[in-house]
């Protein structure tokens, strides 16, 4: 789980990009294992150049970016989550051959939290015990009633 790769907020409020602390983040999450990063955040979060330059340096550290967007504060749509489940098979051979999943929303908690604990469902974990899991490393996971409740459903 991560916030949005080098992004940072000026003393204006504004959306700041910092190239090196992408590259960084990235490169992490690469070590970690992990081949592809789904990027949570909708579309019109955030400028364009602000995902061209994290695909630019994802690439440089050989790192796959996908795009899954999710409103902030909710649940992925019924079309969103058929299209996860879909994939299903591809990320278990992917987990099997060692690969790790990583998540990014604008924070890091919210969005990141729900797929992290979903895919631990995915796994065989109750919701309870996956959204507690994801807590223990990150206290503000799933940081929306709504997404708890949807998590818990899924059982």
């Known amino acids: 789980m991560s916030g949005f790769p080098g992004l940072e907020t000026g003393v204006d409020g504004a959306a700041v990009f910092l190239p090196d602390s992408c590259r960084e983040t990235l490169q ?3 070590d970690l294992g992990a081949e ?3 990027l949570l955040i ?3 979060e955030l400028d364009e150049i602000f995902y061209s330059e994290v695909e630019r340096i994802a690439d440089e550290v050989n790192l796959g970016i996908e795009r899954f967007p999710i409103v902030d504060f909710a649940v992925p749509s019924d079309g969103a989550a ?4 879909e994939r299903a098979q591809e990320r278990a051979r992917r987990r099997s051959a060692g690969a790790t999943t990583a998540f990014a929303c604008q924070y890091g908690a919210g969005r990141s939290g729900l797929m992290a604990s979903w895919l631990l ?4 974990m109750s919701p309870a015990e996956a959204i507690s899991l994801v807590r223990s490393h990150f206290s503000d996971a799933v940081e929306s009633e709504a997404q708890e409740t949807w998590l818990q459903g899924l059982n």
Do not use: A, N, Q
């Open 28 to 30: 992490g999450i690469r």
């Open 121 to 124: 469902i995915e796994g065989g």
């Open 82 to 85: 058929t299209e996860w489940l």
């Open 36 to 38: 592809t990063l789904t």
């Open 42 to 44: 909708e579309d019109d």
